[in-house]
Structures are given as structure tokens and as C-alpha cells.
């Protein structure tokens, strides 16, 4: 396995603008995930997709908040006319999902800063 | 819904020293629970899981995890701590048969004093 990979590993940005980041998930995986941790937290679940269809969205994902994982490989993360409040650690996570197999393998996350 | 709580945002031990990190969780449905490793600017790193096998769980680095199902407890142990064992702890569980999300507590800091 080569690993979860995750780009861009750091982004500043200022409020208002877009931002994306990307997600390469270990290549035999069909669950991908993407979770939310600011300091001194826990990762927060935000969705997950099973091949291409996004299966589950958090209520913590507004609108300005969208994912996409076209081929079912990898996925983006998009989030416009970004706030202060998006600053955070954004980790991507995959995993099989063979029953008993749960685990998930995380990336090493990008951390946006909205000044 | 399931939930996880953990006892002690930071604890601290000396080096050598038994580790203990507490794992609570809430689940109406068997879950399944893991323990992860987080250094600085860093992933999570599996350190073990549960899965309805065995209650003592064995894990990389030396940890070990025991599930008690009376006590709906996960808790962390390491007989003797190492230096590099300083790192953020989080604990999660996912239920269902086609379990997806994990739901993770707030995270242990462990600190080890040499």
C-alpha cells in the first residue's frame, strides 16, 4: 500500500475565496471519507463515498461544502466563499468495506487557514 | 446515535510507568472500536480495533485494549511508556453491519517525563 495522499498538505486563503483539495485514497479501497478536526477536537465526520456514490453527509456540511469522487478513485473536496470557521485539519480517510474490515486508513491531512 | 467519551484531556506519566487512556462509548447497536495514534501535523495511525473477536485486544507499539461490554469501556493500556510514546490518542467506534463513519472522542494527550 502506498498510503491515503492528500494535496494540497497546507493552504492559506482569504475569506470569501474557494478553496479545493484533493484526496488519493490506497488504490484497492472503495470507501473514502473526509472529517473535519480543529484543536484540541476529535475528527468530525463530514461524508463518505462507497465507489462514486456519496452514501452519507454530515448536517455539518453546509452548502458551501461539496465533495465529488467522479470514477471512484479520487475525490475532491470543495469549499466556497470560505470563512474564518473553515479553518481546520481536513483528513481524508479510506477503507474496504468487506465486513469486519473497518478500519480506515487516514491521510496526512490539509490544513486551511482563512485569514 | 453513538458517542465516545474520553476521561482526561492530558495525562501524564514518567517513563517506564504503566499508560492507561479511558475509552467510554455509547452505542445501542454492537460496536466496533478502535484506537488511533496522532502526532503533530500528522495522520491518524491504527493502533487496534475491536470487532466482536476477542475482548483483549493487541495492538502495534506494545498497547493492548480491553472491551468490556458490562462497563461499555475501551481503555488504552501500556505496561511500560517510552519516550515516544508522547502523541495524541483518539478513540472511535463505527456500528453496523455496514459500518462507515467513525464517531471519535476528543482525543488524550499523553505526555511521558523522562
Known amino acids: 500500500d502506498t498510503g491515503v495522499s492528500q494535496n494540497p498538505r497546507h493552504k492559506i486563503t482569504k475569506r470569501g475565496q474557494n478553496v479545493t483539495f484533493r484526496c488519493d485514497p490506497i488504490?484497492?479501497?472503495?470507501?473514502l471519507y473526509w472529517y473535519r478536526q480543529t484543536l484540541g477536537q476529535g475528527p468530525e465526520f463530514l461524508t463518505y463515498?462507497?465507489?462514486?456514490?456519496?452514501?452519507?453527509k454530515s448536517r455539518l456540511l453546509s452548502d458551501r461544502f461539496s465533495a465529488e469522487r467522479p470514477k471512484g478513485s479520487f475525490s475532491t473536496l470543495e469549499i466556497q466563499r470560505t470563512e474564518q470557521g473553515d479553518s481546520a485539519m481536513y483528513l481524508c480517510?479510506?477503507?474496504?468495506?468487506?465486513?469486519?474490515?473497518?478500519?480506515?486508513?487516514f491521510g496526512p491531512g490539509t490544513r486551511l487557514t482563512v485569514t | 446515535a453513538q458517542s465516545v467519551t474520553q476521561l482526561g484531556s492530558h495525562v501524564s506519566v514518567s517513563e517506564g510507568a504503566l499508560v492507561l487512556l479511558r475509552c467510554n462509548y455509547s452505542?445501542?447497536?454492537?460496536?466496533?472500536l478502535f484506537w488511533y495514534v496522532q502526532y503533530p501535523n500528522q495522520g491518524l495511525q491504527l493502533l487496534l480495533k475491536?470487532?466482536?473477536?476477542?475482548?483483549l485486544v493487541k495492538g502495534i507499539n506494545g498497547f493492548e485494549a480491553e472491551f468490556k461490554k458490562s462497563e461499555t469501556s475501551f481503555h488504552l493500556t501500556k505496561p511500560s511508556a517510552h519516550m515516544s510514546d508522547a502523541a495524541e490518542y483518539l478513540c472511535?467506534?463505527?456500528?453496523?453491519?455496514?459500518?462507515?463513519?467513525?464517531?471519535f472522542g476528543d482525543g488524550t494527550t499523553l505526555t511521558v517525563k523522562p
Open positions: 480517510a479510506s477503507s474496504r468495506s468487506r465486513q469486519g474490515a473497518y478500519e480506515q486508513y
Open positions: 488504490s484497492e479501497h472503495n470507501r
Open positions: 463515498f462507497q465507489n462514486e456514490a456519496q452514501l452519507e
Open positions: 452505542s445501542s447497536v454492537p460496536p466496533y
Open positions: 475491536y470487532t466482536s473477536a476477542a475482548t
Open positions: 472511535a467506534v463505527s456500528v453496523g453491519t455496514n459500518a462507515g463513519k467513525s464517531t
